[in-house]
């Protein structure tokens, strides 16, 4: 096959690594910190103090925005917004920047899909009981909501893995973006984006699979408690 | 001095006013049993009590010092003098019921959680739960998570408990065995509010019984004379609508 001797070396290979390490990289930092930072700003929408209400304005405005733009428009914001205040940042971190930005959005509203279906009556136990703002999110809260977020959340990160394909478009050798670049070299378009669609398979597939099987765990557990 | 005085308690939202002006005092080891139609604010004002719904005017004092609702630490402190059991129990779904009884004492009381625990046992044990620790909400009937809820509001040591509607959503098979908790409380001498329309439980084990309807306090009286011989009307005819169920 034409460009086969291209495609079968060392440094090829090492090249493919590189960009499903970058792929896997975006995606997994993105999303946690995305998964950390959207459930501050869910904690923060589902709070009732009066002296919050600006901070919670502003939380609904930055969740609106982002969800509402498309990720390339936001890589280029992010791009544009580096290049002005911090150039030396590298590529892979203004598109790790972006991926936060656009995961923090929609996962703040998973988290508060998932709080939001404890009972109201489970708070009013909680204050009744004197337990602080902390313990109730922490030990009542949140072990009662991870059932509803988990699922919805791993599926996210599972369809985020390909959404970050577009971090070629700023210059991010990623996975679709290598491919590319072997194809260009001379490599067979066959072997070159056969070889990425093996990778972005071997990426997502155990992490839709982990997600599957978190979700029956889930689902069995509740299905019991349900049954006396 | 009374324990508990609710002075001119009023409380809802817009032109709907749920409670209307409320005033009731309660001694220690007081058991007052309120009773009236439902809507008639008996479990808003326990709610509001605990400080789980806003009141709009009036007080609420404790041993005479009044309360401040808008304060964390007043609060906190009320919380750990006044409990409540709520209708639906309202258990912790994710713990066990031993770990319901224990976390708030371990939490907000910070008591040590080898001492929380033996008293959680014993607790249980004196729900009649010694058998079921180590269960789940989900796996106890409505009147054990009753219980478990009755053990979890022991386990603050309240000097004032609040029952509201404990057995309106049991089977009515379990209705008794979480009557009998409640009538083992009250011989301990622990001060009570009691929301309920298990009416001869009510005359039993009361010290007072109030009859209130549309937010206010319509008549208060020992137990006998209220459901015998009410002085007010509203709650003449009250009786009369039980009576002939």
């Known amino acids: 096959m034409a460009g086969a001797d291209a495609f079968f070396t060392a440094d090829t290979a090492l090249f493919l690594v590189q960009a499903l390490g970058r792929t896997l990289l975006m995606t997994l930092i993105g999303c946690s910190i995305g998964l950390a930072l959207g459930g501050a700003l869910a904690v923060l929408r589902g709070s009732r103090a009066p002296w919050l209400a600006p901070a919670r304005g502003l939380a609904a405005l930055y969740i609106e925005t982002f969800r509402r733009l498309p990720f390339l428009v936001i890589l280029m914001l992010v791009l544009f917004c580096v290049q002005a205040f911090a150039p030396d940042l590298a590529l892979i971190g203004v598109a790790t920047i972006a991926v936060t930005l656009a995961a923090s959005a929609y996962l703040s509203e998973i988290v508060r899909a998932g709080l939001e279906s404890v009972p109201q009556a489970q708070r009013d136990s909680a204050a009744m009981l004197g337990l602080s703002w902390l313990d109730t999110l922490r030990l009542v809260m949140l072990p009662q909501a ?83 | 001095m009374a324990l508990l005085t609710i002075a001119d308690l009023t409380a809802g939202y817009g032109g709907a006013p749920i409670l209307n002006g409320v005033s009731l005092t309660a ?17 808003t004002l326990l709610r509001v009590l605990m400080g789980l719904t806003p009141a709009n005017g009036g007080q609420v004092l404790l041993d005479g010092v009044a309360v401040d609702y808008a304060s964390k630490p007043a609060l906190t402190a009320l919380r750990r003098r006044m409990t409540m059991v709520f209708q639906q129990y309202n258990l912790f779904q994710n713990m066990t019921a031993l770990a319901n009884v224990c976390l708030a004492p371990v939490r907000a009381l910070g008591v040590p959680e080898a001492q929380a625990e033996a008293r959680g046992r014993e607790l249980l044990a004196r729900v009649g739960l010694a058998d079921h620790l180590h269960k789940y909400p989900a796996q106890l009937s409505g009147g054990q998570q009753q219980r478990v809820a009755i053990a979890r509001a022991l386990a603050m040591q309240p000097d004032i408990l609040l029952l509201d509607e404990v057995t309106s959503a049991l089977d009515p098979e379990r209705v008794g065995e979480v009557l009998d908790t409640v009538r083992d409380l009250a011989a301990t001498g622990i001060t009570m509010v009691i929301v309920s329309h298990e009416m001869a439980f009510v005359r039993e084990i009361s010290s007072a019984v109030v009859m209130m309807d549309a937010g206010r306090v319509i008549e208060r009286g020992p137990p006998a004379a209220m459901f015998t011989t009410p002085a007010q009307p509203r709650t003449q005819a009250f009786m009369r609508a039980i009576i002939r169920h």
């Open chain 1, 146 to 228: 991870w059932g509803v977020i988990l699922p919805p959340a791993a599926a996210f990160m599972v369809m985020f893995i390909k959404d970050t394909a577009l971090a070629s478009q700023i210059g991010v050798v990623e996975l679709a973006f290598a491919g590319k670049i072997l194809v260009n070299k001379g490599v067979s378009p066959v072997l070159g984006f056969g070889a990425v669609l093996i990778l972005y398979a071997l990426l997502s597939w155990p992490l839709g699979r982990a997600a599957k099987a978190l979700e029956t765990l889930l689902e069995n557990r509740r299905g019991a408690a349900h049954h006396r």
């Open chain 2, 27 to 43: 001694a220690r080891g007081d058991i007052i049993s309120l009773i009236g139609p439902s809507g008639s604010g008996k479990s």
